[in-house]
């Protein structure tokens, strides 16, 4: 098949601007769900760029190691919702701001 | 067929994120979430990566954006009346989704109206992926069931003591 390729630097350019829109996002904001929603999105980057350079060679690698993403996103987000869940019941809150007792 | 459905779909990926990352209510911004990563499983299958795209829409868009959704529900519990209800039902809250999955459902439309071809590129399918998986990375996927399991113990031990005590106030 004599198809037309994507170049995969536009690919990286928009897995690099995805991801710094996440990374923007857990700056920026304080709700720790949207924390949580952002570092969703910067993992999803990262899978991008994975699978974007499993495609360039044609090999399988980068999609497996998107699958090992989606893996410790699905932990990541299992734990972390726990969390959330503690944070709203101790802080009737969640703002990440009032959990910083380990400031001192 | 052409490139420049990957550069719509990237354009809807990068306007979704970027409502995920500005809005105010949980529930919108992960409905835009939604909408980030069918796009970005459109990419995933352009260029040439079906099971990815299939797993981004089952795992990424099914489960864990479900979970999330689990989460603020449980958490508006007490706040949730009426009247927010039919707010949220207004025109201005649906229509920024309906115009993004609009266009990807038109790529959508296109891509499968056109024929065969339906992939740009080279593609490396789902048995492909299978060999290497359980080939050479067998070890990694134990490694990941382990983590799998880790994060089950976990969170069933957070989500546990937010059942028992939320009346008394323990400070471990």
């Known amino acids: ?104 | 067929m052409d490139v420049i459905l990957f550069y719509i779909a990237g354009a809807v990926a990068v306007i979704a994120t970027l409502l995920v990352v500005t809005r105010l209510n949980a529930s919108h911004a992960l409905i835009y979430l939604v909408i980030s990563l069918l796009s970005i499983a459109v990419i995933f299958f352009l260029l040439g990566a079906p099971f990815a795209a299939a797993l981004e829409v089952v795992v990424y868009a099914g489960a864990i954006v479900v979970l999330f959704l689990f989460v603020v529900m449980m958490l508006n519990l007490g706040r949730s009346s009426i009247a927010r209800e039919r707010r949220w039902l207004q025109p201005g809250m649906w229509i920024g989704p309906v115009i993004l999955t609009s266009i990807l459902f038109l790529e959508m439309i296109f891509v499968i109206s056109s024929g065969v071809g339906t992939t740009l590129g080279e593609q490396v399918g789902p048995k492909a992926v299978g060999r290497a998986l359980f080939g050479q990375y067998l070890l990694a996927v134990e490694l990941a069931a382990i983590l799998l399991l880790a994060a089950l113990v976990g969170a069933y031990h957070l989500g546990r003591r937010y059942l028992r005590d939320r009346r008394e106030e323990p400070m471990l």
């Open chain 1, 1 to 104: 098949m004599t198809a037309i390729t994507i170049p995969v630097e536009h690919v990286l350019v928009l897995a690099a601007v995805l991801f710094l829109i996440g990374f923007t996002g857990v700056l920026v904001r304080r709700n720790i769900i949207f924390v949580l929603i952002s570092l969703e999105i910067m993992m999803n980057a990262c899978g991008l760029a994975f699978v974007a350079a499993g495609a360039r060679w044609a090999e399988a690698d980068g999609q497996i190691m998107f699958m090992f993403i989606l893996a410790l996103a699905a932990a990541e987000v299992a734990v972390a919702l726990g969390l959330v869940l503690q944070l709203h019941r101790r802080f009737d809150n969640l703002d990440i701001d009032i959990a910083s007792e380990l400031n001192g």
